[in-house]
């Protein structure tokens, strides 16, 4: 789950009232963001709180941040010795698909395929045995708002594994035979994700909820931008954002912060160091939530695949933390695995006991300046109407009738995930990159708790009666759509009372 937040964009008004209750995340909090603390947060900073002991938190390694005179950051989590000999190592940048110009959709995506390609000292073979003959692993992932490098390797080959890093963002060639044949790759690419339909409802949800904006274009872009990309795209691409302030060099495991920065700073040399954020680039062009849908009728298929939206919280918003908590309220829960009778989810076990749905699950994806909530769900066809009502209704309770004894398990729940999350190496070096992207520093998990416990019955109705009542919802739907109601039914479900 991601925890990272970006600044407050408006004056508070009645509607944002829950706003107020909540203290910023980012390192930087604007102005307008600097408001009296609720009283819950002080409560666990008091030495007389019992009920809550988060104390055991505090054990984590100490996250270290250096900046180098190019604007990289260097953020280390170092594990004693003894108790590790691997390391994670890569690089994150505040670049994705977003940040495309006209025209160029899947530039990114199509970036992150051909920096494997070889650079002026090694081939794309060599690049490959070199990794693979010292045991380890190199991988890349693009997303809409970043982009991120990295590398798992053992103790003893973490400065060969800077080294490869830092050649293959700064000396890749692009040779014209690569980009031909990656184009067929990623064209293979796009047929493979179209078999996914999660991951197609996703995209249509998204085109329904900032249709017109690059927030709602797809990671992969389309084809015919795939076929077009050329040498020149992408590296206009790397030259605009792959910038020395956008970017975080972040390790964890068996690393020493001090080397790991004097490695760093001797071969990640040659980035631009032009100080455009990419919150200033966010800011030049705000995504708007435009609440419509996206239908695809397919009787062939044997199920139908819905996703129900409502714009949701940025990153640094302080709502995120209680559009957390709802997620985990809400839940997940699949037919296959025969838990849903017994689920503390309110909604898993009507659609279980009714047998209403085959899965369902809750999502909160933050961007920098705004997000999307709701429920995502795959149902028989002659259950769509019948479903739509159910998560419709248990979206408006989370308004007016919520117990404290399911907000205190779905916090609950929220943490063990969290920790779960970060098992590993890999794991924590992703999750202090991308925080550091987004609110510019890692918050420890003694904050993040206190926040998470914060959240009361009363904070999840407020924060429901100002995301969902009489708000827009996006809609995006897969398959025999004939019973599933019309996207005004939908808005209708959840006016005020």
Known sequence: MALAFAGLRRKLSTSSIVRARYLSLSAYPKPSEELTPDPRFLRHSSPEARLLDNSPFLCFPQVRVTTLPNGIRVATQSAPLSASHTASIGVWIDAGSRFEAPGTNGTAHFLEHMIFKGTRRRTARSLEEEIENMGGRLNAYTSREQTTFYADVQSKDVPVAIDVLADILQNSRFPDHAIRRERGVILREMEEVQGQLEEVIFDHLHAASFCGHPLGDTILGPEENIRAISRIDLQQYICTHYTGPRMVVSAAG????????????????????????????????????????????????????????????????????????????????????????????????????????????????????????????????????????????????????????????????????????????????????????????????????????????????????????????????????????????????????
């Not at 001797?266 to 919150?279: Q, Y």
């Not at 202090?432 to 009361?456: C, H, K, S, W």
């Open 254 to 497: 068996a690393v020493k912060h001090d080397e790991i920065v004097d490695m760093v700073s001797r071969l990640f040399r040659n980035f631009s160091r032009d100080p455009t954020t990419a919150d200033q680039l966010v800011e030049a062009n705000p995504a708007i939530f435009t609440g419509s849908e996206v239908r695809v009728e397919n009787e062939d298929m044997p199920l139908v695949h819905l996703a129900i939206a409502f714009k949701g919280a940025a990153w640094a918003d302080p709502n995120s933390i209680p559009l957390m908590v709802i997620q985990s309220l809400l839940g997940s829960w699949n037919k296959s695995v025969s838990v849903g009778n017994c689920s503390g989810s309110q909604l898993a076990r009507r659609a279980s006991t009714d047998n209403l749905a085959e899965s369902i699950m809750a999502f909160n994806t933050n961007y920098r300046d705004i997000g999307l909530f709701g429920i995502y769900s795959t149902a028989m066809p002659d259950r769509m109407h019948d479903l739509s009502c159910l998560i419709m209704e248990e979206m408006r309770r989370l308004a007016y009738k919520v117990s404290e004894t399911e907000v205190m398990r779905a916090r609950n729940q929220l943490k063990s995930a969290l920790l779960l999350h970060i098992d590993g190496s890999t794991a924590v070096a992703e999750n202090n990159g991308r925080q550091m992207l987004t609110y510019g520093r890692v918050m420890p998990f003694i904050e993040l708790f206190t926040r998470i416990d914060a959240v009361d019955a009363d904070t999840v109705m407020e924060t429901a009666k100002n995301f969902i009542i009489d708000k827009d919802v996006a809609i995006a739907a897969v398959g025999p759509l004939h019973l599933l109601p019309a996207h005004n039914w939908f808005r209708s479900q959840i006016s005020a009372e």
